[in-house]
Structure formats: structure tokens, C-alpha cells
């Protein structure tokens, strides 16, 4: 081991014995009593060193070496230590790619405080070179989704949405104005080409029809030579379908167990959420029965809306559709990364003017043949996906 305190916690004496790492309540630790003599020590925890070499350099301050053994197992207890050359042979081979790991760097920063344990967090950025995500819709959300998923590592990202690209589509981080009149599809796989990390990314899979329902079981083998999907981001031109999804459109993710997640914008009001894993959170069946509980009017109203073609230009704006996107995909890597974010069984909701984003949970129907109203939060837990099996150990 050649300990190193996290280069992205910002360190502060808070008095004369108690040392602060990280300045946000979220993520900071105290460590105390501490001394003058173990303070100077620190500044040899940078990773150049390993223990033998650090307990030599220790005496010399007057720490006997179980000084050092026990402060290097506080600091580890605590999150605070990481290791340059620990994580394994993917994170290693991450590092000899120089031109990749650079651009990344920000990324490793924030994982490395997620997640505490040595080496974590490059282990998860370099595990998303594996993943594949597959994004539907190429609007000012989904296009924006799939450009940051790539960028932030995601191995593959196929983008599905048909037409062509519509002034009204162009958006900072999204399509550019060049491709208006291009088609969608062909669009954006070039710009998730242009996002991608060098060296990281595979050549996204040409736009396709939906892939037939799976087992289980079988969701998480390979299909036609691509990886297994790890998650769909539901991110639909028209915001009604991310609002109010259909759950004939999700039944194959139901079947074949795979996590999905819903972002989008209708009338000035952006929706992430509900991130589904199938069997153990609400789907778009339940919400359907719970909405049409508390409004019996419900169903008939939304008949109407979805009958017919829309011609008239969507209300989603700029900021709003940009905010929307980035919380999607910061969800979208969450729980690629093996967490299970805020948006599990729940919907988070903005509306301008304001943009107070609020929480709606959104539990399993009894009624509903998704089987999700019978499992424990235990059995959720462990249902989490295929992120939550990468990472274990």
C-alpha cells in the first residue's frame, strides 16, 4: 500500500488538536486529537511512499511505528486514504492511458470521495468502460443524457429516436445546429463519438428495432455481440411519455429485468425518475393504477392527449431541459457506479418559474403483475442490477 489522503478533501485545522478533511457536511470528517508531530506527518501520506519507507520517516519526527499503523487504519476507517496503485488491473490499465485518465481526472476526484475504500473509486470509473446504456430520445434531454453518459466513461451509449433533427432540437451539449435536417439517430451517435473519452468509448450500435424480452437471467449475457444493458434512460421528445409512461412500451425492461430510468420536460415542468429496477420498485403500470385511484377521470384524459400527432413546437425550456439532463444522468451514473440514488422508486419534479425540485415516492401497485408490491427492502437491495453485481467485493 502507498497511502495517499484524498487529493480532492480540503484539509483544515478546526483548533489546535482536530483536524478537518472536506468541507461539505455530505462528505467531511473530523479526525482529533492530533498533534503537531502526526499533522507534519501527514503531508507524507502522497502516495510516493509505502509503509515501511513512512515508518522510517516517522521516527524522525518521534512516531513509533504503531503510531503509524494506527493512524493509517484511522485515516483508512474514515475514507480519507486512497492508493495510487491499488484498484485493480481495469483501473490499472486506465492509468496507462494517459490522454483518458486527464480528462477524467474530475471524475476520479468525486469518486474517490463517494466511495471510501483505496482504490474504489478509479475501479468504477474504469467498470463503465464496460456498460452499456441505451438512451431514447434525441431531443434537448435525451441528447444532452447521452453526450454526458459518454463522457463520463459509459462504454456504450446507443441513442434510439427516429425523424429528423429540428431547429428546436439544437442545444448546448446536445445536437449542434450542423444537424439540423440530419437524422436523429445519425446525429446523435456522432455526437456521442464526440463526447467520448479517448480509448474509452466502442462505437455505438446503430439505431434498432427494441430487443425481444429476456429472462432475467439472461439480460445480463451478451446479445448480438453487445454487452447486456445495464440501463435504459427514458428521455422522450414528447415529455407526456416520461410524465406519464407507458407500461406496454416498458413490459419487455419488466420481463427482462432491466433498470430503467424516466427523464423529460412537458409544459415547463422537468421530471427525473422514476429509475425502476423491475421487480423491486414501482413501474409505469403502478403508477398508472395509483394516478387512476386518485383520479378516476385520469385514464379518459389521457386517452385524448396521446391520441393524434402533435405538431405544435413543445414547451421545454433551455435551462430547464439542461438541468433536467444533467440530474439524469448524474442519477444514471449513480447507479451505474452501484448506488441506488434518489430517484429509485421515486419522481423528482421542477416547474418554472420556481424550480423547487421536489420528491414524489412512488410505491408498488398490489394490482400491478410487475410483482414489485411483494418484495422487502432487503430483497430491493439486492435487486439493484447489474451495477451493484460489477462492484461487489
Not at 55 to 77: F, G, I, K, P, W
Not at 354 to 375: N, V
Request: hydrophobic share 40%; glycine share 12%.
Amino acid at each position: 500500500m502507498h497511502p495517499m489522503l484524498k487529493p480532492a478533501l480540503r484539509r483544515a485545522w478546526r483548533g489546535r488538536n482536530t483536524v478537518q478533511f472536506g468541507v461539505t457536511p455530505a462528505h467531511a470528517v473530523t479526525l482529533g486529537p492530533m498533534d503537531i508531530a502526526t499533522g507534519s506527518f501527514l503531508e507524507l501520506l502522497d502516495g510516493s511512499r509505502g509503509l515501511s519507507m513512512l515508518r522510517e520517516e516517522a521516527r524522525a519526527l518521534d512516531l513509533s511505528d504503531r503510531h503509524v499503523d494506527v493512524l493509517v487504519a484511522r485515516l483508512t476507517a474514515a475514507g480519507l486514504l486512497d492508493d495510487p496503485k491499488a484498484g485493480g488491473p481495469e483501473a490499472e490499465a486506465l492509468r496507462q492511458r494517459a490522454e483518458a485518465l486527464d480528462r477524467q481526472r474530475p471524475d476520479a476526484a468525486s469518486l474517490s470521495v463517494v466511495h471510501p475504500a483505496p482504490g474504489s473509486g478509479l475501479r468504477r470509473l474504469a467498470a463503465r468502460r464496460g456498460m452499456r446504456v441505451q438512451v431514447r430520445g434525441a431531443g434537448r434531454v435525451g441528447a444532452a443524457i447521452a453526450a454526458v453518459l459518454s463522457a463520463s466513461g459509459v462504454g456504450q451509449v446507443d441513442v434510439l429516436d427516429g425523424g429528423r433533427t429540428e431547429p428546436w432540437d439544437v442545444a448546448p451539449g446536445g445536437l449542434p445546429a450542423a444537424a439540423v435536417g440530419e437524422r436523429r439517430d445519425t446525429a446523435a451517435r456522432q455526437l456521442v463519438r464526440r463526447s467520448a473519452v479517448a480509448g474509452a468509448a466502442r462505437t455505438p450500435a446503430p439505431a434498432r428495432t427494441p430487443e425481444p424480452a429476456r429472462t432475467p437471467e439472461s439480460a445480463r449475457m451478451s446479445v448480438g455481440g453487445d454487452p447486456a444493458l445495464s440501463l435504459v434512460v427514458v428521455a422522450p421528445r414528447d415529455g407526456l411519455s416520461a410524465y406519464v409512461p407507458d407500461p406496454d412500451a416498458a413490459a419487455p425492461w419488466i420481463v427482462s429485468g432491466t433498470p430503467h430510468l424516466y427523464a423529460g420536460v412537458i409544459e415547463a415542468t422537468g421530471v427525473v425518475g422514476p429509475l425502476v429496477l423491475p421487480g423491486g420498485t414501482g413501474c409505469a403500470g403502478c403508477l398508472a393504477l395509483h394516478r387512476a385511484e386518485r383520479d378516476p377521470q385520469w385514464p379518459r384524459m389521457l386517452a385524448q392527449w396521446r391520441s393524434g400527432r402533435r405538431t405544435t413546437v413543445p414547451a421545454c425550456d433551455l435551462g430547464l431541459a439542461t438541468a433536467v439532463a444533467g440530474l439524469a444522468a448524474a442519477h444514471a451514473l449513480s447507479f451505474l457506479d452501484g448506488e441506488l440514488p434518489a430517484s429509485t422508486g421515486a419522481r423528482w419534479e421542477a416547474a418554472l418559474p420556481l424550480l423547487d425540485w421536489r420528491s414524489d415516492r412512488l410505491g408498488p401497485h398490489t394490482d400491478c403483475d410487475c410483482g414489485a408490491a411483494g418484495r422487502t427492502e432487503g430483497e430491493l437491495t439486492s435487486a439493484s442490477g447489474p451495477a451493484q453485481d460489477t462492484m461487489a467485493g
